[in-house]
């Protein structure tokens, strides 16, 4: 059985029409924080085993970014929503 995600934009696709870019449970820190904090940011991360958010770049359809929550480990998708919604309702530091 194929793997389908549903984009807010363009419905239900195969997973192959989409290139996974990395978690999006960081926050990035505002431009003036230390140094350890960036490094942390940009080199330290954990390495979760279940329910992740990740970036998912919609490829091969609208080209948008969305954010899917989902189990790395059954791979049972729980939502998709657009990057831009997401941090508009997560906030800024
Ligand atoms: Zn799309």
Redesign the pocket.
Known sequence: MASLIT?P??GT?PKEEFSIRGAAAPKRPAPAAKDEVWHRYVYVRDNPKGRVLEYWH?VA??R?WLVVDRDNFTHEVFGVMDASDFERVRGVE
Do not use: L, N, V
């Open positions: 984009c934009h363009c696709r919609h359809g609208c948008r």
